[in-house]
């Protein structure tokens, strides 16, 4: 079980990139997103995808991001630049109900306190999307993009233009 805890989110500017967190957690493996700020509107967007595209996957908005970090059973790990490197440490975490929070603007600073692992992709700034993708590829391999999530609508793979089923047509 993977569950991607997304901070900071502030529905007016960050409606697009929070969606982006989500959409990538989904499509790269994980199995639901909290989000530390209510926001009904992001919940209807995902949960209009997952309904279209199947799949299980859950989001959850407004979330005590303290009290889940305090409480939470399995390994958490905070992508960050100044953590320490991806290649070094993946070996090392433990994957069993995992954990991992991703930032919008600064995050507190108790965060860092608050996790297993402080890990980077890169010691460069990007983009909480970037590293997220590239953390879950790394940990999951590529067979987790390839996966069939059996919804309504399912795109066949074509080499120009594109090509959707829907179910029952
Ligand atoms: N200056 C901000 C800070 O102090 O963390 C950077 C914010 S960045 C736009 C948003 C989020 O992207 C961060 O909270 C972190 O989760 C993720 N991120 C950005 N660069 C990263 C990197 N090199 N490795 C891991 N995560 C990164």
Do not use: C
């Not at 994980?30 to 997952?50: F, K, Q, Y």
């Not at 953590?83 to 995050?107: H, M, N, Q, T, Y």
């Amino acid at each position: 079980m993977i569950t991607v805890l997304r901070l900071g989110h502030r529905p007016a500017r960050d409606k697009r990139v929070t969606t982006h967190v989500a959409l990538t957690a989904r499509a790269f493996g994980a199995d639901a997103v909290l989000v530390s700020t209510r926001d009904p509107g992001l919940e209807r967007s995902i949960r209009g995808v997952v309904r279209r595209f199947g799949g299980t996957f859950r989001i959850e908005t407004g979330v005590a991001w303290r009290r889940i970090l305090n409480e939470w059973q399995g390994t958490k790990v905070h992508l960050t630049m100044y953590g320490e490197r991806l290649e070094k440490v993946l070996p090392r975490i433990a994957r069993e109900d995992l954990l991992i929070v991703v930032g919008a603007e600064k995050v507190p600073r108790e965060l860092f306190d608050l996790v297993d692992w402080n890990v980077a992709v890169g010691n460069q700034p990007h983009s909480e999307v970037a590293a997220l993708a590239i953390f879950l590829d790394r940990l999951l391999g590529p067979a987790a993009l390839g996966r069939e999530f059996a919804g309504p609508l399912r795109i066949r793979p074509s080499p120009r233009g594109k090509d959707v089923v829907e179910s029952g047509t």
